[in-house]
């Protein structure tokens, strides 16, 4: 099946899914969450699909929900239930691989922000290259992260200092915090991943995600669940509750551009 957004590689039993937007660092508009769950059904109905890897394009895992195009004209009415509709797209993409019966690696490169992050999380395994920097900066623009994963997979300082300040985390620092499994050269990813994979191709395909369900069980008994409808509920409110900083920076984005006020978001916290 062809897709806009991503490139499919599916080779030894290995479906190599790209995010291919690369000229905004892979940004997620809606098609592009469509294409990936789409995918990621495609690849765990497919019983020669042992493994599905997620990768970015050029260098970039990705930058997360594609704020320009989503204020552009994507979510052309802000109400509370367009704000949910919206963010439902990417939520369901990232329930797809915590539902996935095929194992599911992040091989992260470069940024992986915001809603890419929350993606990320979501799936079994994370391994990253030196460049990788993660983290929720979208906080910075008085927003939430809609798919609330952050505090089930470190420990509550950790959390509270991502979802809170909005810094991002290096690629060393994620290891020590549990955001990612293993860190590698960037020559080496790519390697480590196939590695990775090649292990996970020998367990018996009609029970591993036996195993993997009653993981992801022992998290939603705990109220995983619960949180992640926090979450959305948190993004729209977010995003309808008036503020000044939300008004003077799409007053900047209309008169400037999106960098310029990108550029001047950052001066509030001094950057």
Known sequence: MPYENIRIDTRDGVSWITLNRPKVL???NL???RDVRAAVAEG?????????VIEGAGGNFSAGYDLKAALGGE??????????????VGNEACWAVWRSKTPVIAAVRGYC????????MACDFVYADETAQLGEPEVLLADAPPFLISPWVM?????????LTGEL????????????????????LTGAVRRLADRLKGFAPETWHVNKAAVNRSYEIMGFSAAISMGVEAFVTANTTPNALKDEFLQRMNRDGFSAAMKWVQTRYGA
């Not at 765990?44 to 599905?52: E, F, H, K, L, T």
């Not at 922000?113 to 990320?120: D, K, S, V």
């Not at 985390?169 to 080496?188: I, M």
Request: glycine share 6%.
């Open 26 to 28: 892979n940004a997620f």
């Open 31 to 33: 098609q592009q969450w």
């Open 44 to 52: 765990d109905a497919d019983p020669d699909v042992r493994v599905m």
């Open 75 to 88: 979510l052309a009415e802000p109400l509370p239930n367009a704000f949910r509709d919206y963010v439902e």
């Open 113 to 120: 922000l915001g809603g890419a992050f929350e993606f990320a």
């Open 155 to 163: 420990g509550m300082r950790q959390a509270k200092h991502i979802l």
């Open 169 to 188: 985390v290096e690629a060393a620092r994620a290891v020590e915090v549990g955001l990612v499994n293993q860190v590698c050269a960037a020559a080496e």
